[in-house]
């Protein structure tokens, strides 16, 4: 079955980086587009960054543009958030999701704080 699992979330300051990573299963990961959401408390999930299977193409949230960068391996059925400058807004769960598809992971929870 499908699986994705993510990891590399935890407690930072205002400013510093994180990377989040994404090992996925259970289908064809590079024909697969793949996403990144976040959800932070009390709010919706929303979509943060996007690419295409062969990650020639990324698309992002207006709020992130210029600070997280979305990218994968193929050779190892990875999807990784690059995730520079980091503000307190930013801190919630992220989600890794396979594109246009109800494939979820269980999240990794980001705290942004001081």
């Known amino acids: 079955q499908v699986q994705l699992v993510e990891s590399g979330g935890g407690l930072v300051q205002p400013g510093q980086s994180l990377r989040l990573s994404c090992s996925a299963s259970?289908?064809?990961?590079?024909?697969?587009?793949m996403s990144w959401y976040r959800q932070a408390p009390g709010k919706e999930r929303e979509l943060v960054a996007l690419i295409t299977s062969g990650g020639g193409t990324t698309e992002y949230a207006d709020s992130v543009k210029g600070r997280f960068t979305i990218s994968r391996d193929n050779a190892n059925n990875t999807v990784y958030l690059q995730m520079n400058s980091l503000k307190s807004e930013g801190t919630g769960v992220y989600f890794c999701k396979w594109w246009a598809h109800d494939a979820w992971g269980l999240g990794n929870k980001v705290t942004i704080s001081s």
């Open positions: 259970g289908f064809t990961f590079s024909s697969a587009a």
